[in-house]
Nanobody, 121 residues
Framework: QVQLVESGGGLVQAGGSLRLSCAAS????????MGWFRQAPGKEREFVAA???????AYADSVKGRFTISRDIAKNTVYLRMNSLKPEDTAVYFC???????????????WGQGTQVTVSS
């Protein structure tokens, strides 16, 4: 059974940093794309960043230059380093696994339960 478990969320002041982790179990995703999405209250789930098996990356415009996605293939884990956080980054952050880099949820097959990130002003 595939499981994706996120961790690292929390409450941080504007301008601060957090690092999210997502550990996958149940199968190896070394040849898959791993990504992050987020969902704020009352809003649709939106793409944040993704990294392919050959370490190509993609970012939403709203996080470019502030967030960095990385992965440890041996550990089946993806990370999201978030710097210069803003109140508008407040959301539940979900990791996901799909075949190719894509910015829409429909292209991802596996999802974690999410971790809350709250940025205070």
């Amino acid at each position: 059974q595939v499981q994706l478990v996120e961790s690292g969320g929390g409450l941080v002041q504007a301008g601060g940093s957090l690092r999210l982790s997502c550990a996958a179990s149940g199968r190896t995703f070394s040849r898959y794309t791993m990504g992050w999405f987020r969902q704020a209250p009352g809003k649709e789930r939106e793409f944040v960043a993704a990294i392919s098996w050959d370490i190509k990356t993609a970012y939403a415009d709203s996080v470019k230059g502030r967030f960095t996605i990385s992965r440890d293939i041996a550990k089946n884990t993806v990370y999201l380093r978030m710097n210069s956080l803003k109140p508008e980054d407040t959301a539940v952050y979900f990791c996901a696994v799909g075949v190719n880099i894509a910015t829409t949820t429909a292209y991802y097959d596996y999802w974690g339960q999410g971790t809350q990130v709250t940025v205070s002003s």
